[in-house]
């Protein structure tokens, strides 16, 4: 039984520090009419949280967020669902403890 | 960019890469080491334990300088169920030693510390540097790497892929395959800022003495997981780690099972009042001895988590990635001592020596575990928790129930729950593996 965090994911990403590559967007979905069962996976998945479903019921992901964890590289980049890479050298998550 | 030709390029700067740069540097070895993060450690997450002796054949005199936090005196192993948990403890003066064998260190203080010996034996380091490509020639010999910076091909007479779990550019080249969802788990943790004071009285320690607790049972709701709290001097390490292929299959959330952990009754007074400074998720590679791929070929070698070797049983990965980069840093130094070219033949004597030491004699022997863990998830991740504890409190609580009437109930919900030949097979499963 998934419980509710007690805590919103939103808020636990302003505690860590960024450089956000404006535009060059290190992770893409691939268009799709019906998201794929693992697409749907990474709205739970993502310890990030940066998949959501937007209101025509496409996957999306804003990168932004991410830790560069490699979840959804693992889940879905095989399958063709997404495009997976790092950001650009220094940009993306900078982890003052890690 | 770097027009110059290199002995070796290292790429990552994480535990095994640092390891394989600074025992190549040493040795005289004209050596290029490259990290996508701002500097050493910017990247990286651990829980994080230092195990002295591997660290000690690196740099001997580690102790004088290098960023410890505490030396751990302290191992408790809790099996939890909802409000209660079953523990072993273990503590013992003799880890209050001159030189202590196990420490919790903050990884990205760490990796900078030894980055910068990296640095002092000489080699360059360039950090903000992603490597984009491996460069193979016609005959998929690699060659040289090509990273996001102007210009960006550099060549070498060798490679080292030290470049973590995602391990992006060995599946580009197809020297391996992507990590797989049930041989990996996904990690989140916390930073508990507290005082120093408060620390050590709510973990009993003094000095800098420090303690590890490691959790499995309900918190991660049936699938293969783990929680873990590390003592640091000022601060907590806190986190939980399952499968992705379970968070795939059960739709939990990562930050879900963290906040349940958090909010466990025998959790949160531990960080009761803390600042939590940081949040942070990470791959760990739990396919163990199995999912070892290729660990050479023309032109490179691969160590540490991006060639699996983590033993996920014990906890240990950054030692394993420290001991594999020194381990291939001096293979490739002994190669190029006899004037021998970086082939996969000369370079299988990384392999060799490998499988000489405790890396891969200690992933051999549970080579069937991880596998074990999997298949009978819910039995050992929540089964089991449950049971144990509804046991323990049967058994402590006196309410005038005779004690053999109490032994009598407590073996029959076991079977209840998992059948005597249930119970006989897990047994004997769990014997087999762990022989
Ligand atoms: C939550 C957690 C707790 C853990 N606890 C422990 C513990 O207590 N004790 C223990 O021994 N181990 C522990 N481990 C395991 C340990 O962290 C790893 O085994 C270890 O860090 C592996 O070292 P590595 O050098 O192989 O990879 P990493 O340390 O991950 O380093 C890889 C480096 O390569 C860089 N990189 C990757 N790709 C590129 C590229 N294309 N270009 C440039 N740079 C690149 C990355 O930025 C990174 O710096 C834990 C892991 C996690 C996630
Ligand atoms: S890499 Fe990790 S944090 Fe980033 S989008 Fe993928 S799952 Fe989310």
């Not at chain 1, 709205?43 to 937007?54: F, S, T």
């Given at each position: 039984m998934p419980s509710e965090p007690s805590q919103r994911v939103e808020d636990k990403l302003f505690y860590n520090r960024y450089l956000v590559d404006s535009g060059r967007a290190h992770i893409k979905v691939r268009p799709h009419t019906t998201p794929s069962s693992r697409l749907l996976s990474m709205?739970?998945?993502?310890?990030?949280?940066?998949?959501?479903?937007?209101d025509k019921g496409h996957v999306e992901v804003t990168v932004d967020g991410c830790i560069e964890c490699g979840t959804c590289r693992v889940i879905c980049e095989e399958s063709g669902d997404i495009e997976w890479s790092y950001p650009r050298g220094g940009y993306g998550v900078l982890f003052k403890f890690g | 960019m770097i027009q110059e030709r290199f002995d070796a390029i290292v790429v990552g700067a994480g535990m095994g890469g640092n390891a394989a740069a600074l025992t190549m540097a040493e040795r005289g070895l004209k050596v290029l080491q490259l990290e996508r993060?701002?500097?050493s450690g910017s990247k990286n997450v651990q829980g994080a334990i230092l195990y002295a002796d591997m660290l000690e054949k690196l740099i001997p005199n580690f102790r004088e300088d290098a960023p410890l936090e505490r030396h751990l005196v302290e191992q408790r192993f809790w099996i939890l169920?909802?409000?209660?948990?079953?523990?072993?403890?273990?503590?013992s003066d003799d880890f209050n030693e001159e030189k202590p064998n196990r420490y919790t260190i903050i990884r990205a203080q760490f990796d900078k510390w030894l980055s910068q010996k990296v640095r002092d034996a000489g080699a360059t380091v360039l950090c903000e540097t992603t490597v984009t490509e491996l460069l193979q020639d016609s005959h998929g010999r690699v060659v040289g790497v090509r990273t996001d910076r102007d210009g960006g091909e550099i060549h070498a007479d060798v490679v080292v892929l030290a470049e973590g779990v995602n391990g992006v550019l060995g599946t580009g080249a197809g020297l391996r395959g992507r990590p797989k969802p049930d041989k990996v788990a996904l990690a989140v943790k916390e930073m508990h800022f507290l005082s120093r004071e408060t620390i050590d009285a709510r973990f009993n320690l003094k000095g800098d003495e420090g303690l590890v607790i490691e959790a499995v049972g309900t918190i991660s709701r049936g699938m293969t997981g783990m929680g873990f709290i590390y003592s640091n001097k000022e601060c907590i390490s806190l986190g939980i780690g399952c499968l992705v292929a379970d968070f795939q299959r059960t739709g939990e959330t990562p930050y879900g099972l963290l906040e349940g952990f958090k909010r466990?009754?025998?959790?949160?007074p531990l960080i009761e009042g803390s600042e939590v400074k940081e949040y942070s998720a990470h791959l760990i590679p739990e396919g163990g001895y199995r999912a070892i791929p290729q660990l050479c070929g023309e032109g490179w070698v691969v160590v540490g988590d991006a060639a699996q070797l983590n033993n996920a049983i014990h906890r240990e990965g950054s030692n394993l990635a420290m001991t594999s980069g020194r381990i291939a840093?001096?293979?490739?130094?002994?190669i190029r001592s006899r004037k021998d070219p970086m082939t996969a033949k000369n370079l299988s004597l990384y392999k060799k020596m490998l499988t000489d030491s405790f890396v891969i004699k200690d992933l051999k022997k549970y080579k069937d575990m991880p596998a074990l863990m999997h298949t009978h998830s819910q039995n050992f991740f929540l089964t089991y928790p449950q049971l144990f504890s509804k046991a323990m409190q049967d058994y402590v609580r006196v309410d005038g129930t005779p004690k053999l009437e109490k032994e009598k109930l407590m073996l029959s919900s076991f079977i209840k729950a998992r059948s005597w030949s249930g119970l006989f097979s897990d047994a004997l499963r769990i014997a087999r593996a762990w022989r």
């Open positions: 709205l739970k998945a993502c310890p990030a949280r940066c998949y959501e479903l937007n | 993060g701002e500097y169920d909802e409000r209660s948990h079953t523990g072993i403890h273990y503590r466990h009754p025998s959790v949160a840093a001096e293979a490739i130094c002994l």
